[in-house]
């Protein structure tokens, strides 16, 4: 799952969804030193990420992919699941996207003093081009992974994903609506057992 999907699991406290935001820049024990629930949200983002790695139905979406994009098949799927949550918004929240990725940018802005200077770096420009809105256009998704595929050292080939992602945009869709519910339980549950 990518920035969208990790913010909309997190439930309704503010320190857990910054948690869970910024996980992937928080690496080993170093989530230790930031503020109990959001260690609660760091903890349940690599929760959800080993969940969904571990997924059947995930795995057959990085399958389509696999040959041509080898392990980078999953960060797609993480882009492609994002933009079918952005683009199916209101059959899973009651708020608009507009509204909750506006809070979403105050909330961690509010925070941004215990955020990794990387983390801070991303974001910036995250907020300033409203990523996470327009995550629910094509041309958001496309424009993301034109971002990535500059990022990476190794020629990922992540700039040509766009065309497959829209020749298997039937059975990506019908496979996100099978895990989502999976996943929204499985994040509850966690959530509920943790202590």
Same mark, same amino acid.
């Given at each position: 799952?990518?920035?969208?999907?990790?913010?909309?699991?997190?439930?309704?406290?503010?320190?857990?969804?910054?948690?869970?935001?910024?996980?992937?820049?928080?690496?080993?024990?170093?989530? #230790?030193?930031?503020?109990?629930?959001?260690?609660?949200?760091?903890?349940?983002?690599?929760?959800?990420?080993?969940?969904?790695?571990?997924?059947? *139905?995930?795995?057959?979406?990085?399958?389509?992919?696999?040959?041509?994009?080898?392990?980078?098949?999953?960060?797609?799927?993480?882009? *492609?699941?994002?933009? !079918?949550?952005?683009? $199916?918004?209101?059959?899973?929240?009651?708020?608009? !996207?507009?509204?909750?990725?506006?809070? !979403?940018?105050?909330?961690?802005?509010?925070?941004? $003093?215990? !955020?990794? =200077?990387?983390?801070?770096?991303?974001?910036?420009?995250?907020?300033? =081009?409203?990523?996470?809105?327009?995550?629910?256009?094509?041309?958001?998704?496309?424009?993301?992974? $034109?971002?990535?595929?500059?990022?990476?050292?190794? =020629?990922?080939?992540? =700039?040509?994903?766009?065309?497959?992602?829209?020749?298997?945009? *039937?059975?990506?869709?019908?496979?996100?609506? #099978?895990?989502?519910?999976?996943?929204?339980?499985?994040?509850?549950?966690?959530? #509920?057992?943790?202590?």
């Amino acid at each position: 799952m990518n920035f969208l999907a990790h913010a909309y699991l997190s439930g309704e406290d503010s320190q857990v969804m910054t948690g869970n935001f910024i996980g992937d820049f928080v690496k080993g024990k170093k989530y #230790e030193t930031y503020p109990k629930l959001m260690q609660k949200g760091i903890l349940l983002h690599r929760g959800i990420d080993e969940y969904t790695d571990g997924h059947p *139905v995930v795995g057959q979406s990085k399958d389509r992919l696999r040959a041509k994009y080898r392990h980078y098949s999953g960060v797609i799927v993480d882009v *492609v699941y994002d933009h !079918l949550l952005a683009a $199916n918004w209101h059959k899973y929240h009651d708020k608009s !996207l507009g509204e909750f990725t506006q809070q !979403l940018y105050f909330e961690i802005d509010s925070m941004k $003093n215990e !955020l990794p =200077d990387r983390f801070q770096n991303i974001f910036r420009y995250m907020k300033r =081009d409203n990523w996470l809105y327009q995550y629910s256009k094509i041309e958001g998704i496309e424009q993301a992974l $034109n971002g990535m595929s500059m990022r990476t050292k190794f =020629d990922s080939k992540m =700039d040509e994903a766009i065309h497959d992602i829209k020749a298997n945009y *039937v059975p990506f869709l019908l496979e996100f609506q #099978e895990f989502m519910p999976d996943v929204i339980a499985f994040s509850k549950q966690w959530q #509920e057992e943790y202590e």
